[in-house]
């Protein structure tokens, strides 16, 4: 193979290759308009790249936090300090799911308790949010893409309302088949 065709392919197969595709993209410390950059204690904090560099990503390329438990990759505190009793109310971890069916022609919602309360605790929902009883709150996708009820964490603390296909992860007979597949 002559050596133009050989960097090409290189090139290529580069575009395509895993490792590259999967990496985090984020912003050096310096440039994310955050830091100050003139700041030479700057050099101490680890870049997010470097950080976060094998963590999972959804499929919009952000990273995937519920995976990033799941695997190992970070272990969350209960509280500021790392003791489970300081102060109020203490963190449960409560596994129940809720499957949410007012989705139309959407698969329908499947909304995890434990993926909340490992982060979480019940008064960040409860009552305020939500009254805590299935099927008691007026929810909808509009309200959401206004910022209510789930709208409150997604697509600001907790992973986009682009990526419909977490939350809207039971098939039911009325929806597409192969939704949200890759
Ligand atoms: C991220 C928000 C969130 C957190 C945190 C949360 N919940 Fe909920 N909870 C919900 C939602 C959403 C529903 C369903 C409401 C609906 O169907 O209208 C619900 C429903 C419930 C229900 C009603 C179940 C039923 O069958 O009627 C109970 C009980 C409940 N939650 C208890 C808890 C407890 C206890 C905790 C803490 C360990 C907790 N929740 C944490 C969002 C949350
Ligand atoms: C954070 C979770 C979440 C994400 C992400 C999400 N949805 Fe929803 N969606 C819901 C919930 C919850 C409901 C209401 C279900 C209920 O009350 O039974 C809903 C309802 C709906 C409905 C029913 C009609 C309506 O207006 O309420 C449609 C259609 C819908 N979503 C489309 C989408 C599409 C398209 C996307 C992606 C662009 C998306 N959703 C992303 C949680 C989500
Ligand atoms: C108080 C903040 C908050 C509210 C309100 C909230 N979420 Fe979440 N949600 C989170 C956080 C934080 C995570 C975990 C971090 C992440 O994935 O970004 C999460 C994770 C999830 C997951 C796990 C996804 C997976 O891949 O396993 C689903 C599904 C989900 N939320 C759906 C919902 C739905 C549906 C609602 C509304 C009925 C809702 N959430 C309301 C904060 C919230």
Redesign the pocket.
């Known amino acids: 193979m002559n050596r133009s065709v050989f960097v090409i392919s290189f090139l290529v197969s580069l575009l395509f290759s895993p490792v590259i595709a999967e990496t985090y993209q984020t912003k050096r410390l310096a440039d994310d308009g955050i830091h100050d950059p003139t700041n030479s204690a700057l050099n101490i904090l680890q870049e997010p790249a470097e950080s976060m560099v094998d963590f999972p990503l959804?499929r919009r390329g952000q990273i995937?936090?519920?995976?990033a438990i799941q695997e190992g990759k970070i272990a969350p505190r209960k509280s500021k300090s790392g003791d489970e009793y300081e102060g109020g109310e203490i963190m449960l971890e409560m596994d129940m799911d809720l499957i949410?069916k007012q989705t139309d022609s959407m698969p329908n919602?499947?909304?995890?308790h434990l993926?909340?309360t490992?982060?979480?605790a019940c008064s960040?929902?409860h009552p305020k949010?939500?009254i805590p009883q299935y099927e008691a709150?007026p929810?909808s996708m509009e309200k959401?893409l206004k910022g209510e009820?789930?709208?409150?964490?997604?697509d600001k603390?907790?992973?986009s309302l682009w990526v419909c296909e977490?939350?809207h992860?039971v098939p039911h007979e009325g929806s597409p088949v192969g939704y949200g597949q890759q």
Do not use: E, K, M
């Not at 919602?109 to 995890?112: D, E, G, T």
């Open positions: 959804d995937d936090w519920v995976r949410l919602v499947r909304f995890p993926a909340h490992q982060w979480l960040n929902c949010i939500f709150n929810i959401i009820f789930c709208g409150r964490c997604h603390v907790a992973f977490r939350c992860s």
